[in-house]
């Protein structure tokens, strides 16, 4: 089992930074793919970024390719999600996730999911 949990969330208008991070326990974390997912109001669950388990591969949705970065510490057993030029249209609640072996964009292949933190951007 692992277990995560999202912080850094809040209200921030738009164009403006905040950095998401997600801090693993239980197993091994370096043996995790990690990912970040979001869901705005009524609507489905996207992929917005994804690492492998060195940090040496990185995966980005078209939507927030060159405005997010994701990477992780593997000493802290914390992954991260820096934000910048933030959208009103990047509000929604955004969730980290592991999965053994390969990195993937598709939520199924994640078999563990922290709580989510809101992530608001005012125009």
């Known amino acids: 089992q692992v277990q995560l949990v999202e912080s850094g969330g809040g209200l921030v208008q738009a164009g403006g930074s905040l950095r998401l991070s997600c801090a693993a326990s239980?197993?091994?974390?370096?043996?995790?793919?990690m990912g970040w997912f979001r869901q705005a109001p009524g609507k489905e669950r996207d992929f917005v970024a994804a690492?492998?388990?060195?940090?040496?591969?990185?995966a980005y949705a078209d939507s927030v390719k060159g405005r997010f970065t994701i990477s992780r510490d593997n000493a802290k057993n914390t992954v991260y999600l820096q934000m910048n030029s933030l959208k009103p249209e990047d509000t929604a609640v955004y969730y980290c996730a592991a999965k053994t072996f390969t990195f993937s964009d598709q939520i199924q292949d994640y078999a563990y999911w922290g709580q989510g933190t809101q992530v608001t951007v005012s125009s």
């Open positions: 239980g197993r091994i974390f370096s043996n995790y793919a």
């Open positions: 690492i492998n388990w060195t940090g040496a591969r990185t």
